[in-house]
T-cell receptor
């Protein structure tokens, strides 16, 4: 139980295009999902907190218009990188809470590697 | 100031030996949680162990144990009987506050562990 699926696992796109990454909780309802970004050989940096039915809360320095987050249902959050540029190339990971009632563990997706040419 | 500090960028250990990965943290919140995650080359984040700030005993999960020294603000991970499959990046993370639904994880910079035969 408590599985989070991310899709696509990797994507290559041209500069200027937009890319959507999906994060789904497969067997539980996730009221809150978190989006992280990880550059090569670096740590995970929280980008935003996504709550179902409300606007996402972005961390300082993260462009809201650049990284659009939608959490329309209790099992799906999406991250759209708009007008992607090579500097947006990174590993994006989502995590979800609510997988294990009473537990303290967030469940992570397997990540999505974005390469912008 | 760094909230989570991992001072070892890389560690080597021989198979079947024990290894300690260091983690120190900084918080003024009396309620917090400490996590260790393993990230193999595939990128997924695998939960290993959790320690709550009010937990009286050090957490253990199979071959993983957490050496929690509250006064020193350290939460070192001990891996006993290392296996080749333990080779990966290891991240220490902290959640401030009680609720995993609303509080985010702050990650350290990670330690790359290499297990050799």
């Amino acid at each position: 139980g408590a599985v989070v699926s991310q899709h696509p696992s990797w994507v290559i796109c041209k500069s200027g295009t937009s890319v959507k990454i999906e994060c789904r909780s497969l067997d539980f309802q996730a009221t809150t999902m978190f989006w992280y970004r990880q550059f090569p050989k670096q740590s995970l940096m929280l980008m935003a907190t996504s709550n179902e039915g409300s606007k996402a809360t972005y961390e300082q320095g993260v462009e809201k218009d650049k990284f659009l987050i939608n959490h329309a249902s209790l099992t799906l959050s999406t991250l759209t990188v708009t007008s992607a540029h090579p500097e947006d190339s990174s590993f994006y990971i989502c995590s979800a809470s609510g997988g294990k009632p009473g537990a303290n563990v967030l469940t992570f997706g397997a990540g999505s590697r974005l390469t912008v040419l | 100031a760094q909230k989570i500090t991992q001072t070892q960028p890389g560690m080597f250990v021989q198979e079947k030996e024990a290894v300690t990965l260091d983690c120190t943290y900084d918080t003024s919140d009396p309620s917090y949680g400490l996590f260790w995650y393993k990230q193999p080359s595939s990128g997924e984040m695998i939960f290993l162990i959790y320690q709550g700030s009010y937990d009286q005993q050090n957490a253990t999960e199979g071959r993983y144990s957490l050496n929690f020294q509250k006064a020193r603000k350290s939460a070192n991970l001990v891996i006993s009987a290392s296996q080749l499959g333990d080779s990966a990046m290891y991240f220490c993370a902290m959640r401030e506050g009680r609720s995993y639904n609303t509080d985010k994880l702050i990650f350290g910079t990670g330690t790359r562990l290499q297990v050799f035969p």
